[in-house]
């Protein structure tokens, strides 16, 4: 993890801890199937770009784990740094992940570069964009 220090408030160290956390939660959530959790990390306006072009919303993408269209089973994250950006109310993530995943029946592994999104709500972080590009083979 690298944290990039372009923020105003002192509170930078924490609040990049805290979305380092959530991000945490989340992949746990998807990999567990937390349907619970996941209504709640992700924000109302989630938009999650797949590596093949096609967009989730947040109601289809809980739907689609729920209905185990994509069923994850291992994320290893590396080189993520994160960014507060504006009035410390957006949290970009950067970095590298090895997803295995079975999405549609078939076994996946994807090595990719990411970016995501992370909003600061009155119910705390939330999740509000994904969008993921594979790593040349």
């Known amino acids: 993890l690298r944290v990039s220090k372009g923020a105003k408030t002192t509170n930078v160290e924490s609040m990049t801890a805290e979305i380092e ?30 590596s093949n072009a096609t967009v989730d919303t947040k109601d289809s993408y809980i739907t689609a784990i729920e209905n185990k269209v994509f069923d994850y089973r291992n994320v290893e994250t590396k080189d993520t740094e994160i ?18 995943v079975l999405a549609g ?16 709500t009155d119910s705390g972080w939330q999740f509000l964009a994904w969008h993921n590009t594979p790593l040349p083979k």
């Not at 709640?40 to 797949?50: A, N």
């Not at 960014?83 to 295995?100: R, T």
């Not at 990719?112 to 992370?118: A, I, K, V």
């Open 21 to 50: 956390l959530m991000e945490e939660r989340r992949w746990q959530a998807m990999i567990d199937n937390d349907i619970d959790a996941l209504k709640t990390l992700l924000h109302s306006q989630m938009r999650y770009t797949h």
């Open 83 to 100: 960014q507060l950006i504006g009035e410390n109310d957006l949290g970009l993530v950067n970095g590298k992940a090895l997803i295995s």
């Open 105 to 120: 029946g078939r076994e996946l592994t994807l090595d990719c570069r990411y970016t995501c999104l992370w909003k600061h």
